[in-house]
């Protein structure tokens, strides 16, 4: 392997997010030390107020866009990253927040804050590849630490991330869990939800409900059918498909086809 | 073709059949672990009948049977005490021969020259027990040492654990109605394959065993049960109730020149409409005793100082299964279930000499829509482009 002359620059950005991908890099406890050593942690105001100028080797976005001036900022972080991977379903999908996409974000607005007119904000919360080219996704509400050590290993050794788009049902079966929608007709988004997470869920007995947003190919209408046959309104099954990742398009469609139909 | 080499197990007179009452169940499990074997069997777990360890007869499903349905299971008690009165959960034995997940080679950098030295993986295989094999499973367990062991490339790990593994066959007292292994011709009787095979018989007067060895350890296991020999009464109500098994099966899939059926309708209409319903989710082939695809996964640590490769179970379901340069070949969901039944049921017997189809029916109960490859089946047969035996199929054709 050619040995690199300087370590590489690491910056951490962030949008509308609640933080919680970044905490899953402080979180790396056991290999923190190391990507450290591998790193130049030139950018992370959630670690450390030193700030190292750009331009950035890798840098790592969590949150979505929702603010005008969030808009301009993702453009000038593109501008000084060579490779700019987003992190957690905000920032691929528009997150939780994206559920304004599907109402008149003013109505929340004048609910929720006591001085609406400073308020100023998008209509919709938008992913980062909405707005810029990405270079690599890493799904999850909130990624997992182990996800995120593989994608900065195999960034730092010039090869392909072993992060698979398929389906959680493949981590359920290689674990052995006992399927929760066969076995106890609990509705279950495993089979159009993207791996990752190691479907925790299904192993607490709790149908995944799709965190990492959709997976390769998801075939949401097949799913939604056999959720009707078990007993879910379209009601439930829009709400079903509407939850942190709702805004990602294989479920936008999903939970807007039954909210139609409710 | 699709039948196997049937080598029926005729109990000879040395063979001396027994009669094993509940207690003397426990005594074998007791006996194989004695003999520094991990037993693994049926056990009741989250909602389902898995394969595990087990340590005594308390642990087995004991008054336990279940639904099966397409895309449906359900575990239901039992009106007796019946230890073996349930049919296939989720898991096969395939877990314990070909594991999911497994180390292929660590290779570790020295700190001066930088030179690789890889470090050979130890092939792990503890000696290990299956108690309760179902006659297709020993078929499926055959079908997978032809593909691990029957060529030129023989897998280590396979091979090492199945050298390992002693066999109990359980014949089956009632089928599931996903059940038809009828149509495969792997059961309900066990017929080969097997160490010792059991025979559950429960009526009002006796709960019993009928045991009987198909190898020679077996035959010495079972000297050491003392257990009471069975008198021929004993051989014909067990046949019988396997007989009645075989009656009550209600699935079937007809095989007849399937492999022909299945190449001369490639363009079918129905690959469009299974493919509206698949959700490409990998279920099927996973839970199948007889898939046997792997991908390997290459890692290296933060530092660069230690890369290893890891093979894990694969799906033909997948994305990442046909990418090759520049995409994926079986993109939609039609190429896929289409990959999956063709080479199933047609062209594995070109590649193995049988059908990679034990009729277990576990694809059908744990697929998640519910899709039941014997209806996929009979409806390109009834509405077939072209007849059966009339085409000479281009197999080539079939993994597009
Ligand atoms: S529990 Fe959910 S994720 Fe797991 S196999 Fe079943 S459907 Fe798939
Ligand atoms: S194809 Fe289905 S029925 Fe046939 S052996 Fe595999 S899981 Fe069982
Ligand atoms: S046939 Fe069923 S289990 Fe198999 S991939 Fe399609 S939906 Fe999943």
Redesign the pocket.
């Known amino acids: 392997m050619p040995v690199k002359k300087r370590k590489p620059k690491l910056a951490v950005w962030k949008f509308a997010s609640c933080d919680g991908c970044q905490l899953s890099l402080l979180d790396c406890e056991d290999e923190l030390l190391a990507i450290a050593d591998a790193v130049e942690i030139a950018y992370f105001p959630e670690a450390t107020r030193a700030v190292v100028r750009g331009p950035y080797d890798l840098s790592l976005v969590e949150g979505s866009i929702t603010t005008p001036h969030d808009a301009e900022r993702i453009h000038r972080i593109r501008r000084s990253s060579k490779y700019l991977v987003t992190i957690g379903a905000c920032a691929t999908s528009g997150g939780i927040q994206a559920l304004r996409n599907f109402k008149n974000v003013n109505e929340f607005i004048s609910l929720v804050y006591a001085h609406p007119e400073y308020i100023e904000t998008l209509k919709v919360s938008t992913p980062i590849a909405y707005h810029v080219s990405v270079d690599f996704e890493l799904q999850g509400c909130p990624i997992n630490k182990r996800q995120l050590v593989e994608l900065i290993s195999a960034y730092l050794h010039d090869r392909k991330p072993n992060l698979p788009a398929h389906?959680?049902?493949v981590?359920?079966?290689r674990r052995g869990?006992v399927?929760?929608?066969?076995a106890h007709g609990t509705p279950?988004?495993?089979?159009v939800?993207h791996a990752g997470c190691g479907?925790i869920c299904?192993a607490y007995h709790r149908?995944?409900y799709g965190c990492y947003g959709p997976n390769e190919s998801p075939q949401t209408a097949s799913l939604a059918a056999r959720f009707e046959a078990l007993g879910m309104g379209h009601a439930d099954i829009a709400r079903a498909f509407r939850l942190f990742t709702a805004n990602a398009e294989a479920f936008r469609h999903e939970s807007e086809a039954h909210e139609h139909e409710a | 073709m699709a039948r196997r080499t049937p080598k029926t197990h005729t109990p000879g007179p040395d063979d001396a059949p027994m009669l094993l009452d509940v207690e003397g169940l426990g005594r074998l499990i007791a006996l194989l672990a004695e003999e520094g074997y991990v037993v693994l069997g049926p056990r009741v777990r989250d909602g389902a009948v898995v394969y595990d360890e087990v340590r005594r007869v308390a642990d087995l499903p004991v008054g336990w049977t279940e639904e099966q349905a397409p895309g449906r299971y359900r575990l239901v008690r039992r009106d007796d005490e019946a230890v073996f009165g349930f049919t296939l959960g989720p898991h096969a034995w395939k877990r314990s021969l070909f594991p999911p997940r497994r180390r292929l080679w660590r290779a570790e950098r020295s700190e001066g020259d930088g030179a690789f030295t890889i470090a050979e993986e130890p092939v792990e295989a503890p000696k290990q027990a299956f108690l309760g094999v179902r006659a297709c499973e020993l078929a499926a367990i055959a079908v997978q040492d032809r593909v691990f062991m029957g060529g030129a490339y023989v897998d280590p790990v396979y091979a090492a654990r199945r050298a390992n593994t002693f066999i109990v066959a359980v014949n089956c007292t009632q089928a599931a109605a996903t059940c038809f292994c009828a149509s495969m011709d792997t059961g309900p009787q066990a017929r080969s394959g097997f160490d010792l095979a059991l025979t559950e018989l429960l009526d009002d007067d006796r709960h019993v065993f009928l045991l009987e060895a198909g190898t020679e350890t077996g035959r010495s296991f079972a000297a050491r049960l003392s257990a009471a020999p069975a008198v021929p009464e004993d051989v014909a109500a067990a046949r019988a109730v396997v007989a009645r098994t075989a009656e009550a099966l209600t699935r079937t899939l007809d095989t007849d020149g399937i492999r022909d059926l299945l190449f001369g309708n490639l363009d079918h209409p129905r690959w469009d409409e299974v493919a509206s319903r698949c959700l490409a989710?990998t279920?099927c082939t996973l839970v199948c005793p007889t898939c046997f695809c792997s991908t390997v996964e290459d890692t290296t640590d933060l530092t660069g100082a230690v890369a290893e490769r890891w093979q894990t179970w694969d799906s033909c379901f997948t994305m990442d299964f046909s990418y090759i340069h520049g995409g994926s070949v079986r993109k939609t969901h039609r190429a896929r279930y289409r990959q999956w039944l063709t080479h199933k049921l047609a062209s594995w017997i070109d590649q193995f000499g049988t059908s990679g189809c034990v009729g277990c029916g576990r694809c059908i109960t744990w697929c998640?829509v519910g899709i039941d490859l014997t209806e996929e089946v009979r409806a390109i047969r009834e509405s077939a482009d072209i007849p059966p035996h009339t085409t000479s199929a281009n197999q080539a054709q079939a993994g597009r």
Request: overall charge positive; glycine content about 8%.
């Open positions: 389906s959680v049902c981590a359920c079966k869990t399927c929760v929608m066969v279950c988004l495993g089979p939800t479907a299904p149908g995944c | 989710c279920n998640p």
